[in-house]
């Protein structure tokens, strides 16, 4: 073997420690095996060669041969700047660099043929390449040989002379060490069934590549690969718990249950609610550990079917907890489960943060000898001196809002390993879900409940804002309340808060009559909460904040969400924030506010949000038009989907391909045993073995 994911690139000919290090920090780089995973973002033509005389100022990148005439430094101080006047016989055009002038005067020869590769702009009535790439011409089948790779650099990179070619170097580096030769990384019969191209020559044409058509059979190789594997990966875990996690049974539907369900059910369950309460019953009957995703948009009614099944543990004489984000979320839910529970006999306790000391030291005996049977909190509830007496259901709402080993501590509450159910309000295309949750059961509640009013939602540009003004007016007059959400985008802060202050300000003037409140990430947690508990409370009519009010606030009587420059938000987050309306049974409404001048990109996102309130076709659209980068963030934190080269917006074909292959193997081989196998194994050990296997926890 190889062992590429153990040799250091810090010791191969050309990086050395600096290097090493600038790699490990700014491209997460540190095997020759991660190396050989760092695959380009695009590719470039370059077997075409342009004369001078053909250049125009709309080309994108062109390829020329020929000679510098000679070298002339312009400017002084700032602006000072190295001309090369390039010629091959049938023009002239400058060469510009503005940095590194001392390296290109010391490398760079005139009188000697080069080959000059960039992008030609104009400039006052002259054409000009600035930092061309420049090679001699004796390198010509190495530099100009069809398609070329272009990946990924960081400004500290190419400040240490990292840029694209170094890593395209540094590759074939690799690749001439290693004799060009790789282990293949699937069994013979798979390679025979799936007939795609092998390992190594995927490896060589992704880097090298030989054809568009080899190039394209390199890609193809190497997404199936890396998502074959992590269904392998997912399918075995599942199959692991489903089987052979013991958990802890719940044969009786008892007194809890159905005292509730006769009597106390403030609403007829929806079809979809009962369809997902039914497979919870069958889990948690079955003496094999739950752990199932519920997946509903805002509204849908998880809070209930939460309910329902920690009803379930406290008939088998267990207690049962939920664990939300927040503060603010956790004492919803604690109002909500009292309130659906206040004419039956059932201990109940909130444990947050703010929980007074002398609240403490009632509460935590109590959960300890098990005479509170369930406790609804923030992360407070898997500190050390939480101690539970026989936890059989752990409920976490928002899960991604917790890092995986946060979750992972309530295991530990139990003498044996409490049944999980994980509900979220972020709508998972069924690429992500399968791919993030592959591992889980998958609970989907599409229906709300009746009585809910769709809500209304208009595109309005900001050069508008009177009319905006005299609507939100008339809402408050029929004793409504309003949401108005700034964008806070990374990198933008101190220009987002001004906006944000600003817009405080104006609602404050245009709507001097009544009571307008601010929250924001940057104020201190107790000024955060008092604000919001003025607007939950009904005192505040309008709340201004940024995004933190995306997950979890419910004010029935909020009836409109207004979205600020809402072209720079994604379409789930739009999503997210609309839901935070329509919550009580008036009319309510998300107005999405932008400028004049918008994208198609952009105008399509918001026309998609006027045109469906479906979660799920708005978080498949997003996935389409942004790719799963933006999305996984705010669906798992800890342990990440790391994709390298496939995309789970265009490669939904690909996955679904891979993962009938996975259940296919291992529905003839479980625990990937025999013979044929051993390649299977030993890959996912390469890959998962650094892991901490958190798919079991959730």
């Given at each position: ?680 194994n030993e890959r996912l050990k390469i890959l998962f073995s650094k892991k901490t296997n958190w798919g079991l926890i959730s």
């Amino acid at each position: 073997m190889l062992d590429l994911e153990n040799r250091s690139i810090m010791y191969l000919p050309g990086v050395g420690p600096q290097k090493a290090d600038i790699l490990k920090k700014d491209a997460h780089i540190v095997s020759f095996g991660d190396m050989l995973y760092y695959f380009p973002y695009k590719y470039v033509d370059r077997s075409r060669f342009y004369k001078v005389c053909e250049v125009d100022g709309n080309m994108a990148f062109i390829q020329m041969k020929g000679k510098i005439l000679y070298f002339d430094v312009v400017g002084e101080g700032r602006k000072k700047r190295l001309v090369g006047k390039f010629s091959d016989g049938t023009g002239v055009i400058d060469l510009v660099w503005f940095k590194g002038l001392s390296y290109v005067l010391d490398k760079i020869y005139p009188g000697k043929e080069y080959i000059v590769f960039g992008k030609p702009t104009e400039f006052g009535g002259t054409y000009n390449i600035a930092h061309p790439d420049i090679d001699p011409v004796e390198l010509a089948d190495k530099v100009a040989n069809g398609l070329i790779p272009y990946y990924n650099t960081s400004e500290r990179m190419k400040k240490a002379f990292l840029n694209s070619r170094a890593i395209q170097n540094i590759q074939y580096t690799i690749l001439n060490t290693i004799q060009w030769k790789l282990p293949e990384t699937l069994p013979d019969y798979l390679l025979q069934q799936i007939k795609m191209m092998s390992f190594p020559e995927a490896i060589k044409n992704i880097h090298f590549p030989e054809s568009l058509e080899k190039l394209n059979q390199a890609q193809l190789r190497l997404k199936f690969d890396e998502l074959f594997y992590i269904q392998l990966h997912l399918i075995q875990v599942g199959n692991y718990r489903r089987f052979k996690l013991k958990g802890i049974p719940f044969p009786v539907v008892g007194d809890y249950f159905n005292t509730f369900y006769k009597e106390y059910l403030p609403f007829e369950l929806t079809s979809a609610q009962k369809r997902v309460v039914r497979e919870i019953r069958s889990d948690l009957g079955s003496g094999r550990q739950m752990n199932r995703l519920i997946q509903g948009d805002v509204g849908s009614g998880k809070t209930l079917v939460a309910l329902l099944s920690m009803l379930l543990a406290l008939d088998n004489h267990c207690q049962a907890c939920m664990m939300a984000p927040t503060e603010i979320l956790a004492t919803q839910h604690y109002a909500t489960i009292s309130k659906f529970l206040k004419e039956m006999n059932v201990q109940i306790a909130l444990l947050t943060g703010s929980t007074k000391r002398k609240d403490r030291e009632k509460i935590l005996p109590a959960i300890a000898n098990g005479h509170i049977q369930i406790v609804i909190g923030t992360h407070a509830l898997i500190e050390d001196t939480v101690s539970f007496s026989s936890l059989g259901l752990a409920v976490i709402d928002e899960q991604h809002r917790f890092g995986v080993e946060q979750r992972s501590r309530l295991w530990t509450k139990g003498h044996i390993v409490p049944h999980v159910m994980i509900m979220t309000a972020t709508p998972i295309p069924r690429t992500l879900a399968m791919t993030l949750y592959g591992d889980l059961d998958v609970s989907v509640i599409d229906e709300l409940p009746p009585g809910r009013k769709p809500i209304q939602t208009v595109h309005r540009y900001d050069n508008r804002s009177a009319e905006l003004y005299d609507f939100l007016k008339k809402e408050i007059q029929k004793g409504h309340q309003i949401y108005v959400v700034y964008p806070l985008i990374e990198g933008n802060e101190r220009l987002d808060y001004k906006n944000l202050e600003d817009g405080f300000k104006i609602f404050k003037e245009v709507f001097s009559e009544y009571t307008v409140c601010m929250v924001h990430g940057k104020m201190k947690p107790a000024d955060k909460e008092a604000e919001m508990r003025k607007f939950v409370s009904g005192k505040a009519q309008i709340l201004v904040s940024t995004t933190v009010i995306e997950v979890g606030v419910d004010v029935p009587n909020a009836s409109v969400m207004v979205i600020q420059s809402a072209e720079r938000f994604g379409l789930s987050q739009l999503h997210q924030l609309r839901g935070r309306v329509g919550r009580g049974a008036e009319q309510s409404y998300c107005i999405l506010v932008s400028s004049y001048k918008l994208s198609n990109e952009t105008r399509k996102r918001l026309e998609i949000m006027v045109g469906t309130n479906n979660g799920f076709e708005i978080a498949e659209a997003d996935l389409r038009m942004r790719g799963h980068g933006d999305l996984e963030g705010t669906l798992q934190s800890g342990d990440g989907l790391d994709l390298k080269i496939a995309d789970l917006g265009s490669d939904g074909q690909i996955l679904q391909y891979a993962r009938d292959m996975a259940e296919i193997i291992l529905n003839k081989d479980p625990d990937l045993l025999s013979e044929t196998n051993g390649i299977l194994n030993e890959r996912l050990k390469i890959l998962f073995s650094k892991k901490t296997n958190w798919g079991l926890i959730s």
